[in-house]
């Protein structure tokens, strides 16, 4: 006993020392660079500017669309949506046509919905065991896409972002196709465990009271869960989005430092020129900053889409990047920040790591789709 706390000390005074390298290594460079002082200022300035012209927007839009996608619910849409969706479900996803209304569910609110959603025995009775592992991939690939969709709307690239979503289509397709067959690759005798049987017509939402007071009442509560997914974005933006944006743009336009938001050392432009003609073939990048939106989107879309109006105003933006923006902002979705855990919480843990790649490779499957997609609706419209 004694000599395992020993080695566990040792271990964590190794992780302590490495740790405190890595840290004053990062910021040791970038106050060298930028100056202590400026370097400070930046980062508050920038989380500051971030928290009042993009966090603040962000929740609105999910407050909205929060009390939107509860009327949906309440008033039945979205089993007509369901309806609609339902018969693409077994020849592009192999999944039953019920785990549409788990598309639907995390399309309009945010990743973890469809786990929850799949630990219901009414919901997950339909599938069979390496379907329902294959679920979380299906789920995330469409988390946040309403919230996406609505910003790059706002922005005014409502013809893009419908183009991206053909991405967003095409990378769940991958994602959860992928998942499957590793998932199989793995254990072969989950392809005819049954987790339950029933009728899928059987699933329902029952509602009661008067149409007013459930109008009343959705709106109310649909509002509320916005604000609560508006909340959860502000880390990813704040922190993510700072650091990324200090690694992504220059010194002001005096070519100095001044403290200012939005300063940095452009060390991501930098690498990804190196490589460019390799992001300009699968994405259509024509400036290497762009890169910074997939980059962050693996940890938080919320803070990803905070780079865009920067990137806006710098005139960076063109319909192609917002296409591609949308297909991978979607697909990703922050999936790093979120896959371990909903794994862990429907007791498949040990593929987490298979879903990662998985969902990794559709993402990018969804930017090169959104990509050409693209190329080939300019080319019949032009």
Known sequence: MILRNLKFLTKRRIEAGIFLLVFLGIFGCLSFRMGLANMLNTIMNTAYSLLIDTVFYIMAITVISGSLSSLLIEFGVMRLIEFVFRPMMKPFFNLPGVAALGGV???????????????????????????????????????????????????????????GLF?????????????????????????????????EQKISFKSEGGVSLRVLNTVLEGGKSGVEIGLTVIPGVLVISTFIMIFTFGTSKSGEYTGAAYEGIALLPY???????????????????LIAF??????????????????????????????????????????????????????????????????????????????WAYVLFSFFVS
């Not at 679920?135 to 922005?155: A, C, D, E, P, R």
């Not at 991958?174 to 989950?190: D, G, H, I, W």
């Open 105 to 163: 569910l995390t399309f309009l609110s945010d990743n973890p919905a469809v786990t929850n959603l799949a630990k219901d025995p009414n919901f997950n009775k339909y599938f069979k065991k390496y379907q329902l592992v294959s679920l979380v991939n299906f789920g995330t690939s469409l988390g946040m896409g309403l919230i996406v969709l609505v910003f790059m709307i706002g922005l005014g690239y409502g013809t893009a972002a419908a183009i």
């Open 167 to 199: 991405g967003v289509f095409i990378g769940a397709i991958v994602s959860t196709r992928l998942l499957q067959y590793f998932v199989l690759k793995m254990n072969p005798e989950l392809r005819n465990e049954e987790v339950g049987s029933g009728d």
């Open 271 to 289: 690498l990804a020129g190196k490589v460019n003609i390799v992001f300009e073939w699968l994405f259509g990048f024509t400036h290497p900053e």
């Open 294 to 371: 997939p980059i962050t989107s693996l940890g938080a879309v919320g803070g990803a889409l905070g780079l865009v109006p920067r990137f806006s105003e710098m005139h960076l933006l063109d319909n192609n990047a917002i296409a591609v923006f949308t297909a991978m902002g979607t697909c990703w979705g922050g999936f790093l920040s979120t896959h371990t855990g909903m794994f862990d919480s429907l007791g498949f843990r040990k593929f987490t790591s298979k879903g990662i790649l998985a969902h990794t490779i559709a993402g990018i499957v969804a930017g090169v789709s959104a990509h």
